[in-house]
């Protein structure tokens, strides 16, 4: 099963959509479904199921070793990836709370390379990603939105990393939590 390890964006549907409203009209840009909104604190690929229960104590582990309790996180601001001048991604920033995800994202990782899971190969920055870009028929747009706007998408009470299952459909992943694990 393909996996991941995430903080999800429970009760900001309407306000995620509303910030990818803005892109509205921008060709080749495919947003991603709103009730999905998420932080993704690790991306573990392909687990084997028999895996899960080893996987969901380490991430308990994890959660402990990083001392985050329960906090607000607030999501508002834009940014792209890897560049203004190549946009690949387009994502909602974390305003408040990135410490707080930071420091689940570096024990996550921690314990999950010790796993044998390969370690990631870029830095961690904390976003929701609100869209993908195809083709660059509509990059000054977006260009011109993440440049010149400052949504934001509100605040939201974290409570718990999530195991999450990932299954791709000729309509997009479908996601679904396979454990929870309190903060």
């Known amino acids: 099963m393909r996996l991941f ?5 429970d009760g900001l549907t309407a306000k995620v959509r509303a910030v ?16 999905q909104a998420h932080v993704t604190l ?10 899960v229960d080893e996987l969901t104590d380490e991430l308990a582990g ?8 329960p906090f607000t996180a607030e999501f508002g601001g834009l940014g792209v990836f890897p560049h203004l001048g190549y946009i690949s991604v387009v994502w909602l920033g974390v305003r408040e709370g990135d410490g707080q995800l930071t420091r689940l994202h570096e024990a996550i990782e921690d314990r999950t390379v010790a796993m044998g899971f390969e370690a990631e190969d870029h830095d961690f920055t904390p976003h929701v990603t ?5 083709h660059a028929g509509g990059k000054e747009l977006v260009q011109d939105v993440v440049e010149s706007q400052d949504p934001g998408a509100g605040r939201l009470q974290v409570e718990d990393v999530r195991l999450t299952g990932s299954t791709l459909t000729d309509e997009g992943p479908e996601y679904r939590t396979v454990s929870a694990i309190p903060l």
């Open 5 to 9: 390890v995430s903080v999800d964006l």
């Open 130 to 134: 609100l869209a993908r870009m195809e």
């Open 62 to 69: 994890a959660v402990a070793d990083s001392g985050v309790g």
């Open 42 to 51: 690790k991306f573990l690929g392909e687990v084997e199921p028999g895996r």
């Open 20 to 35: 990818q409203e803005r892109f509205e009209g921008a060709g080749g840009l495919n947003v991603v479904d709103p009730e």
